[in-house]
């Protein structure tokens, strides 16, 4: 074997070496790090636990309430249990807290120092809570106290030399491991130096190609393209995202994401950074899109150029996860201004298709409900089955082309809201009643709850009346003879309206429940027992409801196409879950943009 290539061997083996050695004794560093920073978390804690145990102790001498005695002596009783096992701790050795080694000499010596001030506290302590216990007088209680505050003022000054010691003797360990890691970068610089020409030239002319690919490939996709680590600053950026935004790729590299790219709603409202789409997966790591169609109600979100002009995206943000540690996130986006005025023109002519249906609907509604009546003579019973069917089928089709229009007028933004101050319960009343003939017939049992204290508020009663009389359309319809429903009305935590709609029906397929929202859509457990369904009513009552600044959820369990899903039942029901603000809703046109 000639001598170059045992030189270049050997100098490759000792650069493995040395980068294996320096790769662990950083590890070694960052874990010793992160157990001296434990320790010494734990040791400023106990400090903060002795001034809870004294404020606590006199909290309790102060207090003549027993219930808040009681509140007071748990509180005391915890304190000290946590103080006491971490003060053994860091003198031993406490896997759970996550003390990793037994104190150093000089820590224990000091130790020593504070320990009797500590039995003494820790006696008092324990001794007010037996006395509380017992129920003996306050002036034992009162004794016990005095002795918790004397001793602090030992015992505090005391732990702050721990906690000092602690820290320098942490400086002290990295300083060692770094000189070893010093000397060792040396070494590596100075093998790297004397074989740089045979090793480093070769691969940097490779990644000088393998870059210039990379670049052409960025250069050649048709979308914005973006990245950024893990503190949002844009690592790289296609021409295309700059042509889009008005700004250079050479201008945008380097600065915070959020600062190039501003963020508005169809409003024109700004998106708060924490809510936007890459902020969102640099916080959670998972990956977000925003939707392109008026398929869903998914907000649409705008960018804005340099000159301050906006336009729709369509965003998929993606989380660039690197030994399961987020470090950064590629956002890739388009422009779909087109998309929106195709979304827009389908929408105005369903609006027109429905108008112009609308009126030859009514008109067969009337004739057919005339000769029904006898109007325009005698019919034979045959004939009157016949009728019947075309009356309920004609009625079904205007039922049909009504929820149309009101889908297209929400989607165009001709839908105008009038709020004005509205009894929510009454009108969940009025809504039940429309409900209870088909409630008897399924001989369904309903619980009403509604909170008589729930204030009037500035609602369109008529939009209002569309979300209950949906979710509790949904509940009848979808729940088998027999079965429970319960409509609930009250003020929940952040005194919002809270409306709640539970029943045993069918359930939501755990599979489907992210499209449940969405138009047109309706679950597989459903379409086969009622084809008569549109796949329209929850795609609105969200419309209506995000339109309103409110939020709706739910919870439900369901067969799956693979059988029942984990942790669930079949015919569980879904719970459907709504929060209105009391300031109301504002008068305003409702759109989906």
């Known amino acids: 074997m000639p001598n170059f290539t045992l030189r270049y061997i050997f100098s490759l083996t000792i650069i493995a070496l040395l980068v294996t050695g320096g790769y662990l004794l950083n590890g070694q560093v960052q874990k010793t790090q992160l157990g001296d920073s434990r320790v010494i978390n734990i040791a400023g804690r106990q400090r903060m636990l002795s001034q809870k145990i004294s404020k606590v102790s006199l909290e309790i001498q102060n207090t003549i309430d027993e219930a808040e005695r009681n509140i007071y002596k748990k509180e005391l009783e915890e304190a000290v249990a946590l103080w006491e096992r971490s003060h053994k701790g ?20 000091l130790f020593v120092a504070v320990d009797p001030a500590f ?102 996709i048709g979308d ?19 042509k889009l935004i008005g700004c250079s790729p050479s201008e945008c590299i380097g600065k915070k994401c959020y600062e190039v790219f501003d963020v508005k709603n169809e409003k024109g409202e700004n998106i708060s950074i924490k809510d936007r789409p890459v902020q969102i997966v640099l916080a959670t790591g998972k990956k977000v899109s925003t939707t ?28 660039v996860i690197l030994n399961n540690k987020i470090i950064g996130a590629i956002d890739i986006f388009r422009d779909i201004t087109k998309d929106k005025e195709i ?7 369903v609006s027109l298709a429905s108008h112009q249906l609308r009126t030859p609907l009514t008109t067969i509604s009337w004739y057919a409900e005339m000769v029904l ?30 929820t149309l229009l009101d889908v297209s007028r929400l989607e165009l933004g001709t839908f105008k809201m009038e709020p004005k101050p509205t009894d929510v319960v009454a009108l969940a009343e009025s809504v039940v009643d429309e409900q209870q003939p088909k409630i008897e017939r399924k001989k369904l049992i309903i619980t009403k709850s509604f909170d008589k204290n729930v204030p009037t508020f500035s609602t369109d009663p008529k939009f209002l009346h569309m979300v209950f009389q949906n979710l509790l359309a949904n509940a009848v319809e979808y729940t088998p003879e027999g079965g429970k429903i319960e409509f609930g009305i009250s003020l929940d935590k952040e005194k919002q309206i809270l409306i709640t709609v539970s029943d045993t029906g069918y359930g939501i397929p755990k599979n489907q429940q992210d499209k449940i929202f969405t ?48 942790g669930g039942e079949e015919n569980k029901g879904s719970t459907f879950f709504v929060t209105l603000p009391l300031c109301g809703m504002k008068g305003e046109k409702g759109a989906i943009k």
């Open 292 to 319: 392109t169609t008026t398929t869903t109600t998914t907000t649409t979100y705008y960018y804005v150029r340099k000159d301050g002009t906006q336009f729709p995206v369509a965003i998929t943000a993606t989380p």
């Open 519 to 566: 138009k047109l859509f309706r679950a597989d457990n459903v379409r086969e027992k009622d084809t008569d369904g549109t796949g329209l009513g929850l795609y609105i009552v969200k419309s209506i409801i995000e339109q309103s600044g409110g939020k709706i959820w739910f919870e439900s369990s369901a067969r799956t196409a693979e059988g029942v899903q984990s």
């Open 343 to 349: 979304d827009h023109a389908k929408s105005e002519f």
């Open 90 to 109: 860091l003198q031993e050795w406490d896997e759970e807290l996550g003390l990793p080694r037994k104190s150093s000499k000089a820590v224990k010596k």
């Open 373 to 402: 009546k006898g109007d325009v003579g005698e019919i034979i019973p045959k004939q009157k089955k016949y009728l019947e069917e075309i009356y309920r089928g004609n009625k079904r089709m205007i039922e049909l082309v009504n």
């Open 119 to 220: 039995q003494r506290i820790l006696e008092a302590a324990k001794s007010i809570v037996r006395e509380l216990e017992l129920g003996q007088n306050d002036t034992n209680v009162t004794a016990f106290v005095a002795t918790v505050f004397s001793n602090e003022a030992i015992f505090l000054p005391g732990m702050d030399k721990i906690v000092f010691q602690y820290d320098e003797e942490a400086k002290t360990r990295v300083e060692k491991v770094r000189r070893i890691d010093f000397l060792l970068l040396w070494t590596v610089f100075l093998v790297l130096i004397a074989e740089g020409f045979f090793i480093f030239r070769p691969a940097v002319k490779k990644l000088e190609e393998v870059t210039e690919k990379k670049q052409a490939i960025l250069a050649a």
């Open 224 to 242: 914005g393209f973006y990245a950024v680590d893990a503190d949002s600053n844009i690592l790289t950026m296609n021409q295309t995202a700059g």
